[in-house]
Each structure stands twice: as structure tokens, then as C-alpha cells.
């Protein structure tokens, strides 16, 4: 069964760093790009950061740049994402979700993890 | 960045009834346009990549159109099941944003 499942959620201060985890199984991992997308409470979803397949290529959300990093290890089956200097505005439910292999590139998110809760707050 | 804007906000419908949901682009965005459903508490579920591509295992009640800057989700004869909320997402220079949801409801 293909599966993504995140862990490392929690309540955290501001200014406080915490890295989030994203097991993969199921699928060849190291033959896919991989994102964070977020979701604050009652809110709609937003897109944090992807890397692709090998790591060559690393993008981020303006909201996040310079205080989030994504990384990945294939040998693994593991994507990451360390956040530093959070922010109340972090607060949101984390997924990560798999870029689609289609022929026009990779356009959507096709698997998704339950997501975790990170949680930002004195 | 390029804002996706979704319409209705909510659309009340019956099951057995059509649903014609809405997502126009500030800017084109080509054929790189993909639907979510979202039910509470779950984690998006991919329905349409590509503008009208289906994605693995959706039913074919859903289907979806268009080019540019305007994109239909279309679903035929509406399931108690797809009364949720649907998203639609862009791709663009290796960035990617959401539109802000429509919420399909029981009438």
C-alpha cells in the first residue's frame, strides 16, 4: 500500500525550531519530488516547500524562505522539514504529499499523509 | 504569485443532481490545473491533474475542464459521499498555490 506518514508535530514557542519527519512506503521513493503543504486551522491549504527527486532542486513559499529547510534521504524513504523561528502564523496541520509522475511534468499532489499539528503559542 | 479564485463559496445541492464548481486564474496558467476534494478531518484526495485528467481510482462522475485562466470541476449526479470541500491548485515556476475552497453542501 503506497503511505505517507508524518510525525514530529507539537506545541512549540515562538521563536522555537522543530523538524518534521515523512515516512514513505510502498513506492520507489527516490523516483518522486516531495512537498510540504499546510493547512492553518479552519483554513484553506498552502503550499511551504518541494524537493525533487535527487535533491537537486529546492523551492519554498515567500511565508517560509529563509526560516524552513526541506530535505530528503532516500536511503531512508524519508523527507524532512526543519522549521526555525516560528511563528504564530505557523500554526497549521503539515502533510506531506508526493508529486504526480504525468507526462506533463509534475503538477499535482497525488498521495497525502494524515498530516501533523504543529502548534505555535506561549 | 498567481491567485486562484474559486466559485461559489458554497453550492447547496441534492444528491442525483449536477454540480458545476469554478476556478478562474489572475493569470494563465496553461493546463496546469488540478482539483482536491477534502472531507473534515481527512487530508486532501488528488481528483484532477492536468485540467481533466482523472486521477487514479476517482470515479468518472468527475470530470474536469478548461485552459488559461478559467477550469470547471464538473460532477454529474451527485454521490452523498461528495459533499465536501473542493480545492483547486496551480503550478507555476516551481510554485504552487491553491484557490481558498468551494464548500459543496447538502440542500
Redesign the interface.
Known amino acids: 500500500e503506497v503511505q505517507l506518514v508524518e510525525s514530529g508535530g507539537g506545541l512549540v514557542k515562538p521563536g522555537g525550531s522543530l523538524r518534521l519527519s515523512c515516512a514513505a512506503s510502498g513506492f520507489t521513493f527516490s523516483s518522486y519530488s516531495m512537498?510540504w503543504?499546510r493547512q492553518a486551522p479552519g483554513k484553506?491549504?498552502?503550499?511551504v516547500s518541494?524537493i525533487s527527486s535527487s535533491s537537486s532542486?529546492i523551492?519554498y513559499?515567500d511565508s517560509v524562505k529563509g526560516r524552513f529547510t526541506i530535505s530528503r534521504d532516500n536511503a531512508k524513504n524519508s523527507l524532512y522539514l526543519q522549521m526555525n523561528s516560528l511563528r504564530a502564523e505557523d500554526t497549521a496541520v503539515y502533510?506531506c504529499a508526493r508529486g504526480?509522475i504525468?507526462?506533463?511534468?509534475?503538477?499535482?499532489?497525488?498521495i497525502?499523509?494524515?498530516?501533523t499539528m504543529v502548534t505555535v503559542s506561549s | 504569485e498567481i491567485v486562484l479564485t474559486q466559485s461559489p463559496a458554497t453550492l447547496s445541492l441534492s444528491p442525483g443532481e449536477r454540480a458545476t464548481l469554478s476556478c478562474r486564474a489572475s493569470q494563465s496558467v496553461s493546463s496546469y490545473l488540478a482539483w482536491y476534494q477534502q472531507k473534515p478531518g481527512q487530508a486532501p484526495r488528488l481528483l484532477i491533474y492536468d485540467a481533466s485528467n482523472r486521477a487514479t481510482g476517482i470515479p468518472a462522475r468527475f470530470s474536469g475542464s478548461g485552459s488559461g485562466t478559467d477550469f470547471t470541476l464538473t460532477i454529474s449526479s451527485l454521490e452523498p459521499e461528495d459533499f465536501a470541500v473542493y480545492y483547486c491548485q496551480q503550478r507555476s515556476n516551481w510554485s504552487y498555490t491553491f484557490g481558498q475552497g468551494t464548500k459543496l453542501e447538502i440542500k
Open positions: 512537498n503543504v484553506g491549504l498552502e503550499w518541494s532542486y523551492y513559499a502533510y504526480i504525468a507526462a506533463a511534468g509534475t503538477n499535482a499532489f497525488d497525502w499523509g494524515q498530516g
